[in-house]
């Protein structure tokens, strides 16, 4: 499994943007499709993004539009840049890989392997 670690979270306004950051250690990202989680109180984790080995998207209809994702290998980062929050938007964060040799998205929690610890983001009305 490769180690994740989140950062970027935090508190803004109905309108602002974020920008969520995903640190890999052990292994290149470039092995793998990753993707952003989120979960809201009361609610199940759902998907809000993934990116593919040969950086193909997928976005959540709630998203699109306004979150972007992306990926620096040669930093072995994933980014998630979300504009245009909405308090619904409020959630942990995570960031997600699959095992390695999963190239193409997923987009299913159970296609994931590892995980990050999670990142607040709060947008307030």
């Known amino acids: 499994q490769v180690q994740l670690v989140e950062s970027g979270g935090g508190l803004v306004q109905a309108g602002g943007s974020l920008r969520l950051s995903c640190a890999a250690s052990g292994r290149t990202l470039s092995n793998y499709a990753m993707g952003w989680f989120r979960q809201a109180p009361g609610k199940e984790r759902e998907i809000v993004a993934a990116i593919s080995r040969s950086t193909s998207t997928y976005y959540a209809d709630s998203v699109k539009g306004r979150f972007t994702i992306s990926r620096d290998n040669s930093k072995i980062t994933l980014y998630l840049q979300m504009n245009s929050l909405k308090p619904e938007d409020t959630a942990v964060y995570y960031c997600?890989?699959?095992?390695?040799?999963?190239?193409?998205?997923?987009?299913?929690?159970?296609?994931?392997?590892?995980w990050g610890q999670g990142t607040q983001v709060t947008v307030s009305s």
């Open positions: 997600a890989a699959p095992p390695v040799g999963r190239g193409r998205i997923a987009t299913m929690e159970w296609e994931y392997e590892s």
